[in-house]
């Protein structure tokens, strides 16, 4: 069986970069693609992707339209599109979306939801 490869993004496409040295605790609201570095507390409700790099760490409820991580994720994530875990990932919670991704590696603890096709599940 192939290994799983996921496109790596490249950071000039992100519109909103949170630095390593961020440490932000709340609700994140956003349209456009996010790309946490440093730590997030709370809540992330979103119409964007939402990527979460090496060495992040996010301690939220998530709700996007697409969440890649790299870094860890504390909470449940609900993802219009899709989900990827890259091989750094470590995410404890529960995953809910119509397509999930994980690269060798990775380290996913909880329960995952697939219902396929037009992206809609009964989570969000």
């Known amino acids: ?30 349209e456009k693609p996010l ?3 440093g730590k997030v507390t709370g809540e992330i409700s979103a119409n964007g992707d939402l990527y979460v790099d090496e060495g992040a760490v996010v301690e939220a409820q998530v ?4 969440v890649s991580a790299r870094g860890k994720i504390n909470g449940n994530i609900i ?6 875990l890259f091989s750094t990932a470590e995410v404890t919670g529960d995953l809910f979306a119509p397509q999930i991704e994980i690269e060798s590696g990775a380290t996913f ?4 939801i697939m219902k396929g096709g037009n992206g809609q599940n ?3």
């Open 1 to 30: 069986m192939p290994d799983v490869r996921i496109k790596k993004i490249d950071e000039n496409e992100i519109d909103t970069i949170l630095a390593d040295d961020i440490d932000f605790s709340g609700v994140v609201s956003f």
């Open 35 to 37: 790309m946490v570095k």
């Open 63 to 66: 709700k996007a339209n697409m």
């Open 79 to 84: 993802a219009r599109s899709k989900v990827e």
């Open 109 to 112: 603890n909880g329960n995952c």
């Open 122 to 124: 009964s989570h969000e």
